[in-house]
């Protein structure tokens, strides 16, 4: 008989937003040859709203995914701002709609970090599962759960005043926005936003000091060289709400920059492989083999020149000088960067809250129909494309999402290739693998599903099957 | 024949008008009959049975039945809110409903009545029926999915509008609004500011590009529970 290849099925990969499976594939010496993450995707969803009329669709949308509906939201709102013809919003709807965009990349950030990941960082990836988990944290650390929780809800808080509410708002309307900000709804934010910088420093400073201080191990944890692609805005700036595409390789070089983001088709692709639903998308001009990139914290803060409020670029360049000014390849960087953009996120919402324009009443513009618009924003885990095609009757006819997981689609399945590697040895699945894959996984912040998530209380099967498909080793952990 | 006409509901002496209808006197009373089909400018045709009260012993629709001295009504009782429920969850399973992404929400007469009858998830199993859409009029979009066959529409068209646009057509489950028969409604002379594009209960016949322009918070039902209104002229 042919020699087969064995497998070794990790699922459901604890602590990740939604749930996903990991396969890891072993050759016939018992070495690992390549790890898959297998993630439910979407893709029924872009032909449920065809026939749609455009205005429900950011609406609509948000049916996508229960972890970041703002992100759909607003990225399909800025979609259908182009249908109605807008390129410029109103100075209050642009505002109202970057304040509700901040407060979910806030919330989205903060509890990612704090709960999600701060286990991993404060116990290290070895330390009993039991103790390493939210309730772990909360009895070791607890202002620091309390501070997760403060910051999870400052920044709902804020989705739910500019979009009517927490989860499924309807804040952004085709031009524009439905609502204001009233002095009366802002008032408590502008209370609270000074502590939740403090918070935000805070934080921002045990990810850096990890970082730093497990350096060499991490360096070589499912770290690898890969490109980076970001939004940024005309001058090279951050940008999480708009700006034009630019990608760099692993050294910092320019592949593209400031392409308009309405014919992002001609800049990247979508490859199809059959062991996935997921598409993976690739730079078009480099080829599906070297062509795939990371995008989310890492890549932003990779790709940008600099950020435009004080406390973020004075991180951004600690960040830089670690890299003398390349990129930053190591996959659990991701954390230090999320951090920074976690004060970012606290710093423009300051701004925000502090300018009058959002108390303005000039909500929605309107200009010539169109038939095809795309709509991009930097949602919490990375860039978020909506494409669009619109009929004469107002109905939708073609619908594509590319999600940020799915642009990280090749890197994720690298880097738990790359732990897998290093730390699998003959053809049992040692507690140390099962975390270290976890973790691996973890940085990238990808949400795998749009099922319910239960934090951290997801019971961790692990299954071991020759190449007949049998089972020949069955852990639960977790 | 001037003597005027009283009756009770649920106890409670109520003083109605020769003409009227149980409806009317009780919203007159302030006190709230749930209803769908009727609307006040409309000529009532007693279809959804949601008006149902029991007058005497036995179930009549409020909106068509004229109001008799010395009725005894009742109106608010646990068999007539099962009644009522289920009623209103028949509605939601034989159309698709998802008030989560629907421009209705918040100004929708089924939702809120859902809510004020604290149903949250339907009894019975959803049927997903094919529906269509019919986007074809430049102003006005028609989602079958909504449609709870109410026919405020037809009746508007014929009576306050002196068109035919829109009529009931099919029997049993393929019952369904059709516009002058089986054509598009680019097809008729239905006009936005017509009177039927206005009385929908529900997100059936929408007017186009407004969608989502109220923000949560400020939409009809979302200061005051469907029948408040009503039930604000309540002498104590
Ligand atoms: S029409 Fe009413 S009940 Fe139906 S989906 Fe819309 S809001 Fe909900
Ligand atoms: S379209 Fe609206 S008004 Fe007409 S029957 Fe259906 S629900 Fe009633
Ligand atoms: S309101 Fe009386 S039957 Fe519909």
Not at chain 1, 82 to 87: A, E, L
Not at chain 1, 101 to 128: K, N, R, T
Request: with cysteine; proline share 5%; charged share 25%.
């Amino acid at each position: 008989m042919s020699v087969g290849t064995k497998k070794i099925t990790i699922e459901p990969v604890t602590r990740v937003e939604g749930h996903g499976k990991v396969t890891i594939l072993l050759d016939a010496q018992g070495q690992v040859s390549q790890a898959r993450l297998h993630i439910v995707e979407f893709r029924g969803f872009e032909r449920f709203i065809q026939g749609r009329p455009y205005w429900e669709v950011p609406v609509l949308v948000q049916r996508l995914c229960g972890i970041c509906p703002v992100s759909h939201h607003l990225a399909a709102a800025k979609a259908m701002d182009g249908i109605v013809g807008v390129d410029r919003l109103t100075p209050t709807a642009e505002k109202i709609r970057r304040l509700m965009h901040y407060g979910q990349v806030f919330q989205s950030h903060a509890l990612h970090f704090f709960h999600l990941v701060s286990p991993d960082l404060l116990f290290g990836f070895d330390a009993d599962p039991a103790l390493r988990n939210v309730i772990g944290v909360a009895n070791r650390f607890p202002e620091l759960a309390v501070q997760g929780v403060m910051m999870r809800k400052f920044g709902q808080e804020i989705i739910k005043a500019t979009a009517g509410k927490k989860i499924h708002g309807t804040g952004a309307v085709p031009g524009g926005v439905n609502k204001n900000l009233s002095v009366a709804e802002r008032d408590p934010f502008l209370k609270d936003i000074d502590q939740m910088l403090v918070w935000c420093r805070a934080a921002l400073q045990i990810a850096k000091t990890y970082t730093l201080e497990h350096l060499a191990e991490l360096a070589d944890f499912g770290s690898f060289a890969s490109n980076h692609v970001a939004l940024v805005r005309p001058d090279g700036a951050m940008d999480l709400y708009h700006g034009n595409l630019r990608a760099i390789d692993s050294e910092g070089n320019k592949i593209f920059d400031q392409v308009d983001y309405q014919g992002y088709f001609n800049y990247i692709a979508e490859e199809v492989k059959p062991w996935s639903y997921m598409k993976f998308p690739f730079i078009s001009k480099l080829g599906p083999e070297t062509g795939w990139y990371r995008v989310g914290p890492l890549a932003r803060v990779n790709a940008c020149d600099f950020i435009d409020t004080p406390e973020a670029e004075a991180a951004r360049q600690e960040f830089k000088a670690l890299t003398h000014g390349k990129p930053n390849n190591i996959t659990m960087a991701y954390h230090w960067a999320r951090m920074i953009e976690l004060l970012h996120a606290g710093e423009k919402i300051r701004e925000l809250l502090n300018d009058p324009d959002l108390q303005g009443t000039d909500l929605v513009t309107r200009g010539e129909r169109r038939g095809e618009s795309v709509g991009l924003i930097e949602a919490p885990r990375g860039t978020l494309f909506h494409h669009y095609k619109v009929d004469k009757n107002d109905q939708v006819t073609m619908a594509n999402l590319i999600v940020s997981t799915t642009h990280n689609n090749t890197p994720m399945n690298l880097a738990v290739t790359g732990v897998a590697k290093k730390y699998l040895s003959g053809a049992v699945i040692t507690e140390g693998l099962l975390n270290r894959v976890e973790v691996a996984i973890r940085a990238y912040d990808p949400c795998l599903s749009c099922a319910t998530h239960a934090l951290g209380r997801m019971p961790l099967s692990v299954e071991l099957k020759d190449c007949t498909g049998q089972i020949i080793d069955k852990k639960v952990a977790g | 024949m001037n003597k005027s006409i009283h009756l009770t509901i649920d106890g409670k002496p109520v003083e109605a008008k020769h003409g009227q209808t149980i409806m009317q006197a009780a919203d007159a009373a302030g006190i709230y009959i749930p209803r769908l089909c009727s609307h006040p400018d409309l000529r009532p045709i007693g279809s959804c049975r949601v008006c149902t009260v029991i007058v005497d012993g036995r179930p009549q629709a409020a909106c068509v039945k004229p109001a008799m001295d010395g009725m005894v009504i009742e109106n608010d009782t646990p068999e007539l809110l099962q009644h009522r429920r289920n009623i209103i969850d028949m509605m939601f399973v034989e159309g698709n409903h998802f008030c989560m992404f629907c421009e209705k929400s918040g100004n929708c007469e089924l939702q809120a009545m859902a809510y004020r009858f604290g149903i949250t998830a339907p009894q019975y199993p959803f049927q997903f029926p094919e529906k269509a859409v019919d986007a074809s009029h430049p102003d006005i979009m028609l989602d079958h999915n909504r449609c709870i066959m109410c026919a405020r529409c037809v009746r508007a068209s014929q009576e306050l509008d002196g068109k035919n646009v829109f009529q009931a057509i099919g029997r049993g489950f393929h019952r369904k609004i059709g516009v002058d028969g089986e054509k598009a409604l680019a097809d008729t002379d239905m006009a936005v500011g017509d009177r039927s594009a206005d009385v929908c209960p529900v997100g059936c016949i929408i007017k186009k590009r407004i969608g989502f322009r109220t923000a949560i918070g400020r939409r009809l039902y979302d200061r005051q529970p469907i029948g408040s209104d009503i039930e604000a002229n309540a002498t104590p």
